[in-house]
Each structure stands twice: as C-alpha cells, then as structure tokens.
C-alpha cells in the first residue's frame, strides 16, 4: 500500500506546485503592472500605488506558504526530515529517525553521517566521515524538488562541474556530485565555524581591520571563481564561514542556479531573504559577475555597519527597495567609516550594472587603498574602544 501511496502524494503535491498558485499568479501578475504603469508624483497616484504594493505583497505571501507547506509534504513523502545536531551513528540507534536512518542507510558504502550542519531551500547538509578519503566531508542532500526535476537535475550537475575548477584556500572545495538509493547529493570539504551573519552578530561592531580582512579574503575566493567563468548568483553573508583566525571560505558555489533561480519560490516569486539580491536579479534578467559584485557591496555594508542597507517586512518590500531605493549612506550608521571606503561600497552598489566595478580585482584594489585613509574624529561605537591609531595599524 505504501509503494502505491508514496508517488500518490508525490504526484498530487507536484500538480499542486504547478497548478495550484496559477491564479495567484496572474493577479500578482496584473498588479505588478499596475505599478509600472502608474508615475509617482499626484497624492492620489502615490496611495494608489502604495494599495497595489500591499496587494503585491498579500498575494506573495500567499504564494510563498502554498509553495513552503508543498515543500514540507514533499519532504516527509520521500522521508526527507530534520534531526538533532547530536553527533549520531547508524551503529544500534533505535532512538534516530526514520528519515536519518534512510541518509545513513543510502550512504553507508562510503561516508558514515554523523550530524546534521544546516537546511535551506536547496536540501539539508550533514557532517560526514568519508571512509574512502579518510577525511571529514560536508553531505548536501538535494531538496526532493529538485531530485525529481530532471532538467533542474541535469542543470545543477553542469553547474556543480564547473564549480569544482574552483581551487582556492577562500572557497569550499566541491568533490563530486552523486546519487545513491534514490538520494542525490554533493560531497564537498567539510570547514568548521559559523556563517558571517551569525559572526557578525555575536561580535559586535567590527574594528576596520577587522572587517577590512574578511572582505579582502572573500574578495579573493569571488575573484578565483570569476576567473574561471562560475557565477555564485546566492552571494550572501549565510554563504561565507568564517572559521579559525577569521579564515573565511565561500560555499554553495554551482549550488544556486539550479534550485530554479536563486532566492525564488517554486512558483518564480522572490522568497525568503532578498537583502542580498541585485536589482537585475530581483527582476528576473539574466546575470553576470556583476550581480555578485553588488551581492558583494551588500556584504561590505554589512561589515563596515553591521547591518544590511535595505530591510522590511516582506521580500517583495526589500525586493522593491532593491530596485529603487538608494542606500542609506553606511558614514551616517557607522561614522567613523572612511568617506573612501564609503565610496567603495556605493559604487559596488549602483543600481546599474555597468555603472558598478567591472571586476572584483578592482573593488578590491580600491578598497584596501580606501582603508588606509584617516578614519574619521569623534567616539568609538561601545564595543570597539581602539584608538584611531589603532585602528589604521590593524
């Protein structure tokens, strides 16, 4: 009954997924052009207006729960399920779950799955012994979503392939892309710390050394993966380690362009956490390295200030903000930012992709002499109480 009743559900929620969020999509559709269409300047167009943005934003929602509850049964249906981050072993553990038991019992030839790291959109990653190697390794498993979309699938592998050329000490080395007992997975380097959010949170303001040597590392792993033609496309603060001696590695290079798009729904609508998305990308054009240069900008403004440029209530808000709104400017959150690397920063994030670097190398080059200027005079935030002096030697 269970081998009938599994592609059952499999079956229904994909027919869901596809057909289920198609009116909400034509009037999200219809009230996006309403926008467009509508020029700002009379009170009465600006509260027309601001009504269509809310509409926008109820019927996104809307979207985004259909499309996150059709994840969760799709997940439980092909035994897909979230476990304690307990180191554990396959080893007379009655007490693990039936869905981590299914992990262990599909990789057990080769890797023995100790704990789970992480989940997102693109499926959950474990830390792994791989017995071949005799190392420790991270395990993505694939979102069944993805799994059973053969075009997606294929898409993912091309794009996995290229990302293994990157060999650099600021990138996540990827080792292979695989499928065993219906699973599909990516086995890559397996690097211990926490992502650059959850760092800057629980460190406070950054001295500008500080923050000035994570960007020129991240800098540096951005440049290499440009340098052989792979565009990250989901650059964001949750995607850099930071590790021992705030030694930083990208991750998930090869792993965003084929969740679909990166940062979208399974019905092609912005979702989740869009702060770090470049406006071409939050329309849906086609992007380049330049898109991560802007992506990149985001993550400067957030280490110089702690915070990120644009934020609100839901992702279309930010998304809009993306698009039209221009930064606040990082000197008035943090003023003792040098005006150079402020410039650094705004430049990165142009609306406009020619008018933003043309390439890592030379955001780079501009950065570390913006650093070098004189900071600027007054109170050190709370809980960086260096001396100016100080601060320019790190």
């Excluded at 799994?147 to 990157?166: G, H, Q, T, W, Y």
Aim: a neutral charge.
């Amino acid at each position: 009954m269970e081998d009938i009743l599994v592609p059952f559900i499999v079956f229904a929620a994909i027919t869901a997924w596809v057909l289920g969020p198609k009116w909400l999509r034509m009037r999200h559709e219809i009230a996006k052009e309403k926008i467009n269409k509508l020029a700002s300047g009379t009170p009465e167009k600006e509260a027309e207006v601001k009504r269509l943005q809310e509409r926008v934003e109820n019927l996104e929602t809307l979207i985004c729960r259909l499309d996150s509850e059709i994840n969760v049964q799709l997940e439980k249906s092909l035994g897909v399920g979230r476990v304690t981050t307990t180191p554990l072993s396959s080893s007379g553990n009655s007490q693990m779950p039936t869905a981590f038991m299914n992990v262990v019992s599909a990789l057990e030839g080769r890797y023995q799955i100790l704990k789970e790291l992480g989940r997102g959109g693109m499926g959950i990653v474990y830390q792994a012994h791989d017995k071949q190697l005799k190392d420790q390794v991270a395990i993505k498993i694939l979102s069944p979503l993805l799994s059973n979309d053969p075009e997606a699938l294929e898409r993912m592998k091309r794009e996995v392939s290229a990302a293994r050329r990157i060999t650099h000490p600021n990138v996540i080395r990827i080792h292979d892309i695989a499928e065993t007992g219906g699973l599909h997975y990516v086995s890559m380097e397996y690097f211990q710390g926490s992502n650059l959010k959850e760092f800057i949170k629980t460190s406070g303001p950054l001295s500008i050394g500080m923050a000035s040597n994570i960007a020129y590392q991240i800098c540096d792993g951005l440049e290499e993966a440009h340098r052989q033609g792979v565009v990250h496309r989901d650059l964001k603060s949750q995607n850099i380690i930071v590790g021992a001696n705030n030694h930083i590695k990208i991750i998930d290079f090869g792993l965003a362009q084929s969740s679909h798009l990166a940062g979208m729904t399974a019905t092609g609508l912005i979702m989740g956490t869009p702060e770090y998305m470049a406006p071409e990308q939050v329309s849906g054009k086609r992007v380049d390295e330049r898109a991560d240069i802007y992506s990149l900008g985001i993550i400067l403004y957030e280490l110089f200030t702690g915070r990120v440029p644009f934020s609100g209530d839901s992702a279309i808000a930010v998304g809009f903000k993306q698009l039209k709104e221009d930064p606040p400017k990082p000197t008035e959150i943090n003023p003792q930012l040098p005006e150079a690397v402020e410039n650094v920063i705004l430049k990165a994030l142009e609306k406009d992709p020619f008018r933003r670097y043309s390439s890592v190398g030379a955001l780079k080059s501009d950065l570390q002499e913006a650093v070098s200027q004189p900071v600027r005079s007054g109170k050190l935030p709370s809980k960086d109480r260096k001396t100016e002096d100080q601060r320019i030697k790190i």
